[in-house]
């Protein structure tokens, strides 16, 4: 999959050469990622390293604003909020609240696995409108990244009313939003992750589903549960985690994990390559 992300952003990059400020020129890590980015021809990396990373931050609106730059990535060395920060200069029109998803992927030679978790980063208690904006958005950019057909679950500790509580009652009004936003869009909702995840698991729980324990989209209800929920695949699961990728946005802006890894940086930078190409298309049209 990664490959494939990395071909299409240098065929992207090729045509529309796209800059790339990473706020944190500073560190060794975004120093070899950025040599690589550009050796590799996956976009053209502007190192910024002058003044402290607040003035950073504020100088990028301004080269974002002016189009000399085209996306930043930022987070290599401090927390998630500054980057949010960041974003909320650029929110799309129509957008009620930015948000954050990753990208997992499991590496197997027969087949890889790759899922979507979301919002991993922004909302801490999502409303039902919001949690349904957070699946919208996460199904158009999981189809964006890795062309497959989205098929989203809304998780929850209960399966199509097993449970009670305001939890699951939340869930489910954010699926008849969904629904009547975009009724093509293949969901699930209220469904626990065993029942969204393993076919066998979801013929006994929900046999009627649409999703058959195949989704490849998980919505968690809150972020705890999501930043818990990607950190425990991540680590114990031996899966690779791609982001945050930040959804919403105008003018792209992502975040990295003060946890990355010099691939890590690669990786979102390829993926935000495929951001902006999308965000040019639009305005063209």
């Known amino acids: 999959m990664i490959n494939e992300i990395k071909k ?15 706020l944190e ?25 002058k003044r402290d990373i607040k003035s950073r931050l504020n100088q990028s609106v301004h080269l974002l604003n002016k ?28 957008v009620n609240r930015i948000n954050g998803a990753f990208l997992m992927i499991l590496p197997d030679r027969k087949k890889e696995k790759v899922l979507f978790f979301a919002d991993c980063a922004a909302q801490p208690e999502p409303s039902s409108k ?3 904006e957070i699946a919208l958005l996460s199904a158009k950019t999981f189809k964006l990244i890795t062309r497959k057909k989205p098929r989203a679950a809304l998780l929850s500790y209960s399966t199509h009313g097993s449970g009670k509580g305001l939890g699951p009652e939340k869930v ?5 939003i969904i629904k009547k936003k975009n009724p093509k869009l293949t969901v699930e909702g209220e469904i626990q992750a065993d029942a969204a995840l393993v076919p066998a698991v979801a013929l006994r729980k929900s046999p009627k589903a649409k999703i058959k324990g195949n989704a490849n989209v998980l919505i968690f209800p809150c972020l705890d549960s999501a930043n818990i ?6 680590y114990l699961g031996k899966w690779q985690a791609l982001g945050p990728i930040l959804q919403g946005l105008d003018k792209q802006v992502n975040d990295l994990s003060r946890g990355c890894s ?3 940086i690669i990786n979102l930078a390829a993926i935000t390559v495929l951001q902006v190409a999308e965000q040019k298309e639009k305005k063209i049209k």
Do not use: C, M, W
């Not at 489910?172 to 008849?176: E, F, H, N, S, V």
């Not at 929920?229 to 991540?234: P, Q, R, S």
């Open 262 to 264: 010099v691939d890590d």
């Open 130 to 132: 919001e949690l349904a």
């Open 172 to 176: 489910k009004q954010a699926i008849r």
């Open 229 to 234: 929920g990607y950190k425990l695949v991540e």
């Open 25 to 49: 020129g500073n560190d060794p890590r975004i120093q070899k990622a950025a040599k690589i980015i550009n050796n590799e021809k996956i976009a053209i990396p502007v190192l910024l390293k």
């Open 67 to 94: 189009g000399k730059a085209d996306a930043v990535i930022s987070g290599a060395t401090h927390s998630t909020v500054l980057t949010l920060k960041l974003a909320f200069n650029f929110i799309k029109k129509n």
């Open 8 to 22: 299409r952003a240098k065929a992207i990059n090729k045509k529309l050469n796209v800059k790339i400020l990473f």
